[in-house]
Nanobody, 124 residues
């Protein structure tokens, strides 16, 4: 069982930056895709960014491309989401997820483990 713990959310003004962290309690990500999703109030959960842990492949939603960066720290078993130039539309609960082994996808069903979420609020 892999436990994912997010941190780094908070309140920031439009144009500002935040860095989210997702630490795994145990286990290895070597065969998994790690991703960030978000869910705004009253909306469905949506894909934000993904990283294929072993190869380093990256994929971003069009809405965040050029503003958000997903990265990892192998030694700490941690994945990050650096969010720059934040907009009010980025306000949501952000979730870290680990995919089923061998699956490379942006679809929610492809993810096996989820964190508890961290709130990001961007004031305009």
């Amino acid at each position: 069982q892999v436990q994912l713990v997010e941190s780094g959310g908070g309140l920031v003004q439009a144009g500002g930056s935040l860095r989210l962290s997702c630490a795994a309690s145990e286990g290895t990500f070597s065969s998994r895709t790690l991703a960030w999703f978000r869910q705004a109030a009253g909306k469905e959960r949506e894909f934000v960014a993904a990283m294929r842990w072993s190869e380093g492949y990256l994929y971003y939603a069009d809405s965040v491309k050029g503003r958000f960066t997903i990265s990892r720290d192998n030694a700490k078993n941690t994945v990050y989401l650096q969010m720059n130039n934040l907009e009010a539309e980025d306000t949501a609960v952000y979730y870290c997820a680990a995919g089923h082994p061998g699956v490379w996808t942006a679809v929610i069903g492809g993810y096996e483990y989820w964190g508890q979420g961290t709130q990001v609020t961007v004031s305009s």
